[in-house]
């Protein structure tokens, strides 16, 4: 008997049949209406990316916290710390390559409704 896994939470379960409820929702709203939902899904994205970079200032923390606790010479505190700064560096890369391509994907939403 094949074994199936189960959703970890009530709104894992429901996704499918609310993905299938906002489709046809969708079909017939106004084009204002799914302008608004595109600009909102963009701006989630942008949540969503803040959220990640600020997770990882938030480790980046935690692991400064580490290096400055242990018995640790001046040689050992200086590469830990010039780890961290290339991580968080790359970290604001990639968070500034995300919000550069929100505006490309926004305006192809926009022209796709229109």
């Not at 200032?57 to 242990?70: E, N, Y």
């Not at 991580?87 to 939403?109: D, G, I």
């Amino acid at each position: 008997m094949p074994q199936t896994t189960r959703p970890h939470t009530p709104l894992e379960a429901g996704q499918p049949l609310m993905q299938w409820w906002f489709q046809h929702c969708m079909d017939g709203s106004p084009p204002m209406a799914r302008l608004q939902m595109a600009w909102l899904a963009s701006a989630g994205e942008v949540v969503h990316a803040e959220l990640e970079f600020l997770g990882a200032c938030a480790d980046m923390q935690q692991r400064w916290a580490r290096c400055l606790s242990g018995d640790t010479d001046a040689k050992t505190l200086g590469e830990c710390y010039q780890g961290m700064v290339k991580e968080m560096a790359n970290a604001q890369f990639k968070r500034l390559h995300r919000v550069t391509q929100l505006p490309n994907e926004f305006r192809q939403q926009v022209w796709e409704e229109l």
